[in-house]
């Protein structure tokens, strides 16, 4: 059975479909039970303290160094901060052995004995343990990824041209190539600011904390295209397949996101909107995701009148939209809805999957809104804690307000129970609906 997908790059348009995959559908129960592994907020934390712990214990021997002869100011740079935050923020399930390789330059920067070589041993096998106990446990969700593999059938259709958001350099977060590229990007402005402005007319002119700008740039870059090809294997290891799962930001390998602020152009639009006027859609930086534009709150069909004016039973034809409740926007919108999303590209603990539209679905039930996609994959501290996380449609997160903190006058409280959603929607004067 093909069914005709549609993706979160190439979603608009009427795209014509591309690769077909074979797909597998994955009841609650069994999303619900996905092997556990230690929670990535852990796995920083037992890698990057200790990390930390270390360095300081060594740090006059380190900066004593015949390869590091500089103070510790010389070493902190724009291109330094910037590394170390990407290999703590960016790390996740690879930290550990970025510790292990952290821990043997140091190693190699003092040549130790007695003591201390003694105690860089002990750092050594411990960074080595963790990485290896890291890798055995996530190795549970690899094996029942390959499970639901080798049960998939049938087929569904990846947008054309979606084959792109698997690719190398996708692996990783925006976040951290932006930061390597900054970490570059730095000592070459330096540099040509020295040679306009100094005395400086080689590179050999140039003071060690420059060298260390470059050295830092380059480890940087570095670990992140190392760090994006070994996800980027795994996923070809595994091999390309969908999978149907709950819509439930509250179970899983992989929490939801969802565009709050936002309307998808191809559904939403009409001749009466007026979003595309909004100033936020004259900006120059591109969305995240090209379906979306930014949801004027004066459109006389988006806006915040256009909602509040509506009778009941008109607002519970729309009530299921996120564009409704904005920056309000909550979990509960989902909850209880038993709706379903259909993901590619789970390939183990850091992947990050899209979302891949489908005419029909496998399982049954409703096909979750274009609206929620899946986040990358990772543990949290509790599953049944995590929250939707809202968005714009330029990727940036929005805190969402609640209604103990209104201020606004109330309109009305509307059920939303007929929907399958466990809540209810307060209007209010002056502002978007509220989900308690």
Known sequence: MATAGNSQAGYAGGATTGQQIPVRQVSHEEWETVPRTIPNFWVAAATWLPLVALVVF??????????????????????????????????????????????????????????LQRILAVALAYFLLLALAVGVLDGRLRRQLRTWKREA???????????????????????????????????????GWELASTEVHSLHDLDEGYRLDVLAAVVLLGISLLVS?????????????????????????????????????????????????????????????PR???????????????????????FLGIAAQPWVYGENLNGKLLEGTGQRLVIAGLSGWGSRPVSVRASLLYGGGKQASAYFVPASAREPLNRTKRRLVVQTPAGESITADTFENNERAEIDRIDLRPLGVEAQA??????????I
């Not at 160094?65 to 790390?91: K, Q």
């Not at 084959?163 to 000592?187: C, H």
């Open 58 to 115: 060594v740090r006059s021997d380190l900066l004593h160094s015949p390869y590091l002869d500089t103070s510790f100011w010389n070493i902190v740079s724009f291109s330094m901060v910037a590394t170390v935050l990407a290999m703590i923020f960016g790390g996740g399930r690879q930290a550990p052995w970025m510790g292990l390789g952290l821990g043997a330059g140091i190693y190699f920067l003092l040549a130790p004995a007695g003591d």
């Open 153 to 191: 059938a049938g087929g569904i259709a990846l947008a054309q041209g979606q084959e792109r958001d698997f690719g190398i350099f996708k692996q990783m977060s925006p976040t951290v190539w932006n930061l390597a590229l900054g970490a570059l990007i730095y000592p070459l402005l330096r540099l």
């Open 229 to 289: 090809l070994l996800r980027w294997m795994r996923l070809k290891s595994m091999g390309l397949f969908a999978l149907e799962i709950p819509a439930d930001h509250r179970i899983g390998p992989t929490s939801l996101r969802a565009y709050g602020n936002a309307i998808l152009i191809e559904k939403e639009e009409t001749e009466a909107c007026l979003c595309r006027n909004d100033d936020k859609n004259g900006a120059k930086k591109e969305f995240a995701d």
């Open 292 to 314: 979306f534009i930014f949801c004027s709150e004066v459109c006389p069909v988006h806006g915040v009148h256009a909602v509040n004016q509506r009778s009941a039973e008109e």
């Open 426 to 435: 307060v209007r209010v004067h002056g502002g978007r609906p509220f989900l």
